[in-house]
């Protein structure tokens, strides 16, 4: 797992199926709006426990370095972006991001993107590959459950950036370019001050300019008194 480094693996196979690598068993209850198959034995406690809605885990492994989580989407179906045909599997591409800590221990989230060829000849498009902000932007370092996760840590904790890459298992400047623009849109807001009548400010003696006043310590007796 690199410290802040996008890795795509390409899998050809577009059929195949997988099994969770824990909590095996009885699934807990059914998924209303999944359109997976049951043959696939989800586990629905797996599921939940990931937090990513229309996601299912594949798989978790714990390597040295941080806990990775294979997760793929449940969307069996896809539109092309540019004439809405629906289009034909054309593979995957395994991108890796870094997700939000688990139990103070780094994650990794690897998500088997499923890859679409469009057959429409006088589409522009030719192939596309899902995607889904909830788990991450376009080619990011950063999941967006671990962007959430440090701004609050910022905001709330008191925490600091280079805290925050040391408990992300990553780099200063990595969760630095991440974070940087939602604060500046956050700041660019102005709606962050609605409701608000009164702003408090705490009072904080500040020093003249100018070289520091010492204060002299005479060592007599009668200071000692």
Same mark, same amino acid.
């Given at each position: ?7 795509? #693996? ?49 798989? #978790?492994?714990?390597?040295?370095? %941080? ?11 896809? !539109? ?22 688990? %139990? !103070? #221990?780094? %994650? ?16 522009? &498009? ?19 459950? +671990? &962007? ?14 280079? !805290? ?14 991440? &974070? ?5 849109? +956050? ?6 001050? %609605?409701?608000?009548?009164?702003? !408090?400010?705490?009072?904080?003696? #500040?020093? *003249? *300019? ?16």
């Amino acid at each position: 797992v690199g410290r802040g480094l996008r890795v795509e #693996v390409e899998v050809l196979d577009d059929e195949r199926t997988s099994t969770p690598a824990i909590f095996k068993g009885p699934r807990a209850a059914c998924h209303p709006t999944c359109c997976c198959s049951v043959s696939l034995d989800r586990c629905d406690r797996c599921d939940l426990l990931v937090g990513l809605e229309g996601f299912h885990l594949m798989s #978790v492994a714990r390597t040295p370095q %941080a806990l990775v989580l294979d997760i793929e989407s449940c969307d069996c179906l896809a !539109g092309c972006p540019g004439c809405g045909v629906i289009a034909q599997g054309h593979g995957r591409v395994v991108v890796e991001v870094i997700d939000a800590p688990w %139990a !103070g #221990v780094p %994650a990794r989230i690897r998500w088997f993107k499923r890859r679409w060829i469009c057959r429409e000849h006088t589409c522009q &498009i030719a192939t596309f590959t899902e995607q889904n902000h909830s788990v991450c932007a376009p080619r990011p370092c950063l999941g967006t459950r +671990a &962007i959430r996760w440090a701004i609050r840590q910022l905001r709330f904790e008191g925490a600091t950036i280079a !805290g925050l890459a040391r408990q992300l298992a990553t780099t200063w400047n990595t969760v630095w370019s991440h &974070i940087k623009p939602r604060l500046q849109t +956050a700041s660019n807001n102005p709606a962050r001050f %609605a409701g608000v009548r009164v702003l !408090g400010v705490d009072e904080r003696r #500040v020093a *003249p *300019p100018g070289p520091t006043p010492t204060r002299a310590h005479v060592n007599s007796p009668a200071s000692r008194t």
